[in-house]
């Protein structure tokens, strides 16, 4: 049990046209039943992610993908 639990996705920035990482940390009054990171997001609708937590206006959907811990750590990990 934890009350956190993270996703990461990597965006390609509209603006600058660079890939960027973002992790983000959704964290729980009270503990939550851990959930394998695939079944956490492997129906996510990007769409309304991204509209719910406000980056549709930073991100455009069809520029973002899910990408796993490892991933996040490998690419964008450093100096956190």
Known sequence: MS?????????????????AGVKLNIEYKNDVKSIPYEELTGNLNKENFLKNFGLDDVF????VRIITPEEYEENYGQGE
């Open 60 to 63: 455009p959907a069809e520029n």
């Open 3 to 19: 009350n956190k639990r993270t996703i990461y996705l990597e965006a390609l920035d509209p603006i600058t046209a660079c890939l």
